[in-house]
T-cell receptor
Framework: DAGVIQSPRHEVTEMGQEVTLRCKPI?????LFWYRQTMMRGLELLIY????????DSGMPEDRFSAKMPNASFSTLKIQPSEPRDSAVYFC?????????????FGSGTRLTVV | QKEVEQNSGPLSVPEGAIASLNCTYS??????FFWYRQYSGKSPELIMS????GDKEDGRFTAQLNKASQYVSLLIRDSQPSDSATYLC????????????FGRGTSLIVHP
């Protein structure tokens, strides 16, 4: 089991540029979550999917953020245009079916720096 | 607003001591409770889950849950420098919401 795979590990971009973060969940997991972690705000849920369908995107900070899950093995989080305040570590996590009693498996994260 | 509160620390304990990490939550309907360990620069890693009142032991780790008082704790026996990390408490409510609320974490430092 390769775990949850995220890419890239680090991303440095200039303000105004488009950023795309990628995630491959664990095979068989039907829940996928995108989190953002900062020192100031801790771990924040941005959006989550169940069976590739977005269930709750109320945590997405603004319209500059969008997420897709075209199939069970791939998801993207896009920021367009990026701003310095988007600098954070972005984690993807997945959870198996019947996940009310399971914890998450997190990916290694993408450290985003917007300059 | 569901809240999960943790003392940010740092909690400093000597090697070999018992480290006690505490977490309180506001939602009385909470059903599932988790402890994650996060090393600096790494992702959170699930180390314990607990669902019923009482204690649950796994090696050097013991999770304690008291739903009446709305707190959950994590005890680490024989603390090692390798236990130095931030410990995140996460709480899931009942009623169809499967999304946990995370606390801000407690930083633990185990010094030799």
């Amino acid at each position: 089991d390769a775990g949850v795979i995220q890419s890239p590990r680090h991303e440095v971009t200039e303000m105004g540029q488009e950023v795309t973060l990628r995630c491959k969940p664990i095979s068989g997991h039907d829940y996928l979550f995108w989190y953002r972690q900062t020192m100031m705000r801790g771990l924040e849920l941005l959006i989550y999917f169940n069976n590739n369908v977005p269930i709750d995107d109320s945590g997405m900070p603004e319209d500059r953020f969008s997420a897709k899950m075209p199939n069970a093995s791939f998801s993207t989080l896009k920021i367009q245009p990026s701003e310095p305040r988007d600098s954070a570590v972005y984690f993807c996590a997945s959870s198996p079916p019947g996940q009310a009693h399971y914890g998450y498996t997190f990916g290694s994260g993408t450290r985003l720096t917007v300059v | 607003q569901k809240e999960v509160e943790q003392n940010s620390g740092p909690l400093s304990v000597p090697e070999g001591a018992i480290a006690s990490l505490n977490c309180t939550y506001s939602d009385r309907g909470s059903q599932s409770f988790f402890w994650y360990r996060q090393y600096s620069g790494k992702s959170p890693e699930l180390i314990m889950s607990i669902y019923s009142n009482g204690d649950k032991e796994d090696g050097r780790f013991t999770a304690q849950l008291n739903k009446a008082s709305q707190y959950v704790s994590l005890l680490i026996r024989d603390s090692q420098p390798s236990d130095s990390a931030t410990y995140l408490c996460a709480v899931k409510a009942s009623g169809g919401s499967y999304i946990p609320t995370f606390g801000r974490g407690t930083s633990l430092i185990v010094h030799p």
